[in-house]
């Protein structure tokens, strides 16, 4: 097997994790030796052992004597300070693997190069970049939340084929979604750690911001301290809540939830108005709509996004809707 087969087996257990670990990254480990892969593992859960942990306890006790002669292929570099487990870094040099192949550097503060260095400075060989694109695609919200300090942004609404998101005021709801959308729409709620809804949207809809149709975690619910008012709304039925204060400027809330509540991805679901702050402000980073072939001709417009600047990263059908998926 090659390199880059064993980094991709890496890259394909680290996915393993997705909707499990946050605020962890996902990452994946492959230990190969004569030829062979001897131990692999992920991490499996927020709080958990990390991947090179659970690669190193994969491998037999037979194959224990070729850790000395072995390659970890991981998708992330090992930690080096003690967290919910202790460094990665200490376990490879303590097992006594002689080479290291990381996929791409950690940016969180902690690590950032210095778990490389640890393996350097113990006579680790370490290679650093192997398919580093596709690892910091599978990891793009933890390495933008850590980058830019604030969380990873997508915005999500639906919509009818002449732009319309919702009936005016008063009148029955429009219902744009359909079954089957509705329940990937809750699968991709589990992969984030927040959804943020604006006071209109809790007041007219009342939504239970949920993944009740997928299985997966419950994301934290947030919106504007405003909404508290309607304090029969499913979202505060017990569980946690974040709180936007009325006139907090939007980059003082997002720094703020990445710094205090350790939000590392952001959902935002509308409503108009709360999306195009969004917008006009430039803070997301990717914009998911859903195009219904029905006309309503009067309604609540779509948010106004101009989608030509914008790198659509995916475009499909869904049961007559059309899914797409941009971003910045």
Known sequence: MTDIQLMRRALQL????EGRVSPN??????IAARGRIIGEGYHRHWGGPHAE??????VRDDDRPLLSEATMYVT????????KTPP??????????PRVFVSTLDPFDKVSGRGVAMLRKAGVEVSVGLLGEESR????????????????????????????????PGRDRLIISTPLTTVMMHAERARYDAIFVGANTVREDNPMLNCRLAPGRLPVASTFRSATRYEKAHIFDGRRIMLRNDGEPLSDFLHRIYDEEKITSLMVEGGAATLQEYIDEGLYDEARIEVSPIQVREGVKSPDINLSGLREISNFNCKGNKIRIFQQ
Request: net charge positive.
């Open 14 to 17: 680290a996915k393993c994790g």
């Open 25 to 30: 990254p996902m990452v994946g480990a492959v």
């Open 53 to 58: 942990v659970n690669a190193v306890n994969s």
């Open 88 to 97: 990665c870094s200490e376990l490879i040099i303590r097992e006594g693997i």
């Open 137 to 168: 695609a599978l990891n793009r919200r933890f390495i933008t939340a850590h980058t830019l300090r604030r969380p990873y942004i997508t915005l999500k609404w639906a919509q009818s084929a002449d732009g319309f998101m919702a009936n005016l």
């Open 76 to 83: 992330l570099e090992p930690c080096s300070h003690y967290g």
